[in-house]
Nanobody, 117 residues
Framework: VQLQASGGGLVQPGGSLRLSCAASGSIFSNSIMGWYRQVPGKQRELVATTSPSGSTNYADSVKGRFTISRDTAKNTAYLQMNSLKPEDTAVYYC????????????WGQGTLVTVSS
């Protein structure tokens, strides 16, 4: 299983970035896709998830600023991040919570988001 994350970078406070996570089709269609983030010395935390039905869930800290979505034609999940703050700086990880004939958690490589002036 391969999850390919991309889209991180350096952005000024108030700016925007979009992260992408591409997955294999069989995994994507049967997974709750999510984004987590981690800063050094802290636990990895949930940012947002989207289910195969399209329902979404967000951490309180990003509600109203971040939007998670999924494109079934491209087997890709996105995280649109607007009004970025310095405290959003972290390594962001894509996750596939696979639920079908078996359950498994898959992780992509992290992508660094730095919010700084």
């Amino acid at each position: 299983v391969q999850l390919q994350a991309s889209g991180g970078g350096l952005v000024q406070p108030g700016g925007s970035l979009r992260l992408s996570c591409a997955a294999s089709g069989s995994i994507f269609s049967n997974s709750i896709m999510g984004w987590y983030r981690q800063v050094p010395g802290k636990q990895r935390e949930l940012v947002a998830t989207t289910s195969p039905s399209g329902s979404t869930n967000y951490a309180d800290s990003v509600k109203g600023r971040f939007t998670i979505s999924r494109d079934t034609a491209k087997n890709t999940a996105y995280l649109q991040m607007n009004s970025l703050k310095p405290e959003d700086t972290a390594v962001y990880y894509c996750n596939a919570n696979f639920r079908h004939t078996y359950r498994a958690m898959y992780w992509g490589q992290g992508t660094l988001v730095t919010v700084s002036s």
